[in-house]
T-cell receptor
Framework: NAGVTQTPKFRILKIGQSMTLQCAQDMNHNYMYWYRQDPGMGLKLIYYSVGAGITDKGEVPNGYNVSRSTTEDFPLRLELAAPSQTSVYFC?????????????FGNGTRLTVT | GQQLNQSPQSMFIQEGEDVSMNCTSSSIFNTWLWYKQEPGEGPVLLIALYKAGELTSNGRLTAQFGITRKDSFLNISASIPSDVGIYFCAGQRGGSNYKLTFGKGTLLTVNP
């Protein structure tokens, strides 16, 4: 099993551009999450999904959108990139909720907005 | 929002030394988790704690769920160079099954 796969690994965007960060998991997990990690700030939850067709906002959702059309995929969309969105983005999945099942993280996408 | 205070922010130690780090909160948590992140990778779960007072080991790592449910501790014994990384605590409150609160991390450097 590949686990959680994120693409791309790195990306540089200009202000105002849009892009989609891809995330796929092959563990048949119901729960999927997007986090951003800023230096010295830990991980902040952007959006999460408890199953196909269901998504909800996390702690820092502004400027992002998600969709969950299949169990496997959970893409994160940035519509109008801003410098404040420069960060490392991690996708994660779990079999049950985060407090019950361990999170499986991807290796991250490093995004720079200039 | 909820905050976890993780300390120390960073540690620079000699190989073979023991390491202690902790997380505290003003809120009660039902679950405490400890993750390790190596450079260029996502965090990996080390230990999960589900009951106040629980003490759990994973090899040279030992973690405890504080009796007040507002804190947790992680100890690493006889550190080795591959222990290098960022260690995160995370807590989950009752009724928020989808949301973990993460500490800001402890950066551990081990000098061979």
């Amino acid at each position: 099993n590949a686990g959680v796969t994120q693409t791309p690994k790195f990306r540089i965007l200009k202000i105002g551009q849009s892009m989609t960060l891809q995330c796929a998991q092959d563990m048949n997990h119901n729960y999927m999450y997007w986090y951003r990690q800023d230096p010295g700030m830990g991980l902040k939850l952007i959006y999460y999904s408890v199953g196909a067709g269901i998504t909800d906002k996390g702690e820092v959702p502004n400027g992002y959108n998600v969709s969950r059309s299949t169990t496997e995929d959970f893409p994160l969309r940035l519509e109008l990139a801003a410098p404040s969105q420069t960060s490392v983005y991690f996708c994660a999945s779990s079999y049950e909720g985060q407090g019950i099942s361990p999170l499986h993280f991807g290796n991250g996408t490093r995004l720079t907005v200039t | 929002g909820q905050q976890l205070n993780q300390s120390p922010q960073s540690m620079f130690i000699q190989e073979g030394e023991d390491v202690s780090m902790n997380c505290t909160s003003s809120s009660i948590f039902n679950t405490w988790l400890w993750y390790k992140q190596e450079p260029g990778e996502g965090p990996v779960l080390l230990i999960a704690l589900y009951k106040a007072g629980e003490l759990t080991s994973n090899g040279r790592l030992t973690a405890q769920f504080g009796i007040t449910r507002k804190d947790s501790f992680l100890n690493i014994s006889a550190s080795i160079p591959s222990d290098v990384g960022i260690y995160f605590c995370a807590g989950q409150r009752g009724g928020s099954n989808y949301k973990l609160t993460f500490g800001k991390g402890t950066l551990l450097t081990v000098n061979p």
